[in-house]
């Protein structure tokens, strides 16, 4: 398809916009096998990175489009700090259309090519983008409509550069996309319909693609896959059918077992005791040593395509999560059934009558997987915990917690457990510091691997659809709590810590000692401030964000328990409507700034303070002018977590009493 039919076809377009998403990643950062959920332009802002779309590689080093469609697997290396945009679509024939253009649609499927360049005029492209990311990512639906009338705009000014330079789309490879993702996720349930809408084509043209470029069906490649996995395992591991059938795919072992019969003409069990029959001389020690030094059966997982949860921390920054690694967690289940088969072997365990609420049952190694038969683990019982998601059977007093929130690690501290893993960010805490020594630190993309090697009995999570993938993956390892952030106040939040970890009681005693703090600290606060006005600004790249009562920062402090004024843009457009923040450039700082303000630099983005805080309009303010601006924690402002709360507390107190 040439440019021109490809212009032609986007006015007779339907466009319904997905996301628009604006990430950062750092130096050394990688992003692995994402396939993109749907059309999709990247346009790159700024830094260095290798991007594959599929086996198309793209060096990239300034402003730079590319586009793909739904399927299209993206991988990201960094090179130097990386900043970009993605913007996903779907688009739809306009109907009433004639039947020759839907037959042109049907065979070209325009919207899957596959292209990518630097344009002549970068700044238009930059400007609409941003502009459009802006609009999306305010909440009233006037907003929204702007953001889809600048992604039209963004499309004209794409579509009449790539006309000036020559540049022609070109068709992805379905069969090489399919072909890779059965290679990839063998191991789960796979069928030509996921296939099919995961390349947005229809099954019947994927089974006809295939026949003609491979002479197969897709499904009976995937058995071929599946079997050769199988044979594969049968040789190299003394894993039983069971266990075999669960890591390539198959729900039991006589589905295995009638399968692989099929494809190889003997059983399983035959084709074992020949292969090892044929093969004296053992290619793993780890076949019949069972002091070989690496582990009995192999863990593999595998990366599902994972969309960047961006409000992870409360925030509307997004972080696209990163390092990714290929495995399968079909031997995390393999692992699951040895523990649980060792625990049925050993000494009994009594159950505790635990009340209402619970079931009464004995946690099995399958939480703890203690390796060291030498101090076995005493029996716990379970209660059923509510999350965002529903009922979860959880050990009522856990022993290995693994928190991987971000913003609430402070609350175990609090409440005197120290998990056994943390999420990185959690660690960087300043006010925690000290109190983290030897928790391990768990990468933003939550490895099972990792998780595995600290044999938890609780892991905690923000929910987050986009990561729900990796979710049922650690699912497998111990029970997962998803917590939705904002869902809950700081001080539900503690209670809601205390039921998780066992520690009701420490949760209500952290509370009656917080409200002893607040209760002797608001009215001298209060006799301060009087009436005037409070602010929490923090510039960044693009502008000033304004926080409010629940974000963070000292905010939750400020407003709700001292009960301190925001200016009335801040509480109308924020507090008011529970928004996090505001956006606001500089010439509206003076409408935004309260009468005291609480500032520092964001610091998750190259944003320089100074253009703020050199400025006149900042010099000039009255806070400023009166010494009321309040320079608070950068790394730290970001937390709301117990510890936090405490530090910043301490802070608030020593501007407004400089004690």
Known sequence: MNLNEHIMLWNHASI???????????????????????????????????????????????????????????????????EYYLILYKAELTLPASQEWERFIRSNR???????????????????????FEAWMKPEPLDKFQARTLFYQFVHELLWQMQRQGIEPTRPDLAAQALRFMNERYMEPITLEMMADMLDCSTRNLTKLFKSRMKESPIRLLTQIRMGKAAQLLTDTEATLQEIALQVGYPDAYTLSRSFKRHYGLPP????????????????????????????????????????????????????????????????????????????????ASTANIGAGTEGKVVSDQNSMKTSSSQPSPAATTKNYKDSQGNVVIPTNPQRIVDLTGS???????????????????????????????????????SPEKVLSLQPDLIIVVAAPSMEITYKELDKIAPVVRIEYGQYSYREMM????????????????????????????????????????????????????????????????????????PKIIKDNVIDKHEGFANLSLEQLPEYAGDYIFTSNWGWDKGDPKVVYDSNIWKGLP???????????????????????????????????GK
């Open 16 to 82: 319904k916009m997905l996301d628009v998403r604006y990430i950062l990643l750092e130096q050394g950062d990688t992003l692995r096998e994402y396939n993109l959920p749907a059309s999709t332009f990247l346009c790159a802002v700024r830094g260095r990175a290798k991007i594959w779309l599929d086996e198309s590689i793209h060096s990239v080093s300034s402003v730079q489009v590319l586009h793909g469609g739904k399927g299209t697997r993206l991988d990201i290396t960094v090179e130097e700090r990386f």
């Open 110 to 132: 325009p919207f899957q090519l596959q292209y990518g360049f630097e344009p002549l005029y970068p700044l238009a492209l930059l400007d609409k983008a941003g502009r459009m």
């Open 269 to 348: 069990a035959l084709f074992r005791s020949k292969q090892l029959r044929a093969d004296a001389v053992l290619k793993l020690p780890r076949i019949r040593s069972r002091s070989a030094i690496v582990s009995r059966l192999p863990l593999r997982y595998i990366d599902n395509g994972r969309e960047n949860h961006y409000q992870l921390n409360g925030e509307r920054y997004l972080r696209m999560y990163k390092e990714i690694k290929p495995a399968s967690m079909a031997a995390v289940t393999l692992l699951f059934c040895i523990t649980l088969f060792l625990s049925a072997c050993s000494s009994g």
């Open 408 to 446: 609430f690690t402070g609350n175990l501290l609090a409440l005197g457990v120290k998990p056994v893993g943390a999420q990185i960010d959690a660690l960087k805490n300043p006010f925690l510091k000290g109190k983290v020594d030897g928790i391990e630190a768990i990468g933003d993309s939550f």
């Open 495 to 566: 209670l809601e810590y205390g039921k998780l970890a066992g520690k009701e009681q420490a949760a209500e005693d952290w509370l009656k000692a917080w409200d002893k703090k607040i209760n002797e600290y608001k009215p001298q606060i209060a006799k301060v401030v009087g009436d005037k006005t409070v602010s929490i600004l923090q510039p960044y790249a693009k502008g000033i964000y304004a926080f409010g009562d629940f974000y963070a920062r000292g905010g939750e402090i400020l407003y709700k328990e001292f009960g301190l004024k925001a």
């Open 623 to 657: 806070a400023v002018k009166a010494n009321h601006a309040f320079f608070i924690n950068a790394e730290g402002s970001y937390y709301n977590d117990a510890v936090s709360l405490e530090a910043q507390l301490a802070f608030i107190v020593t501007s407004f009493l």
